[in-house]
């Protein structure tokens, strides 16, 4: 006789006890988490792992043409290497680094943060197409489908604030 719960199916184990399967879905959560969060210190201050301090967003740069000025010769191209350098361009994607970098660490929003970190992979891979070294798999795509992921499992209850009240009784903030 199948069990009905209205929890995520691999949210708990047996009376709410925590399954290996959960802490590995909240370590990986963490994880993809500080990659946003990181890229968004990065851009933001200049610290030299992939922005050089003189090209930092504080020091006058943009944190979106580096990439996207890069595009110009890529099937949509035309369409991204135009966006490069716009302002509400690079305030929409450090936004979008640091909700979706904040959200997943601390285990808060993880439903909205996986959609809003899966909507910036998928552009960011468009941006690329074709890729060089594969027909259309990619990083991108492989930490979409695990954004995905830790949505459906309810990842941010685990090592999260997912567990708090607020966020229980508020279905966006899961």
């Not at 490069?84 to 943060?113: C, E, K, N, P, S």
């Not at 074709?130 to 695990?146: A, G, K, Q, R």
């Not at 607020?166 to 279905?171: A, E, K, L, M, S």
């Amino acid at each position: 006789m199948a069990a009905t719960s209205n929890r995520p199916v691999m949210e708990t184990g047996t009376a709410g006890a925590r399954r290996p399967v959960d802490y590995v879905w909240a370590v990986t959560r963490i994880a993809i988490g500080w990659v946003f969060l990181w890229a968004f210190l990065d851009k933001t201050f200049g610290w030299g792992f992939a922005t050089p301090a003189e090209r930092a967003w504080t020091a006058g740069g943009s944190p979106t043409t580096g990439f996207l000025k890069g595009t110009g010769e890529n099937a949509l191209g035309g369409f991204f290497s135009n966006l490069a350098g716009q302002g509400w361009v690079d305030w929409l994607f450090m936004a979008g680094l640091l909700g979706v970098g904040l959200a997943l660490v601390l285990g808060i929003g993880t439903r909205v943060a996986a959609g809003a970190g899966t909507a910036m992979l998928l552009l960011m891979w468009a941006a690329e197409l074709p890729l060089d070294t594969n027909p259309f798999m990619d990083d991108h795509i492989i930490y979409s489908l695990v954004l995905i992921g830790l949505a459906l499992a309810g990842a941010g209850s685990t090592l999260g604030l997912g567990n708090l009240p607020i966020v229980q009784r508020t279905p966006w903030l899961k």
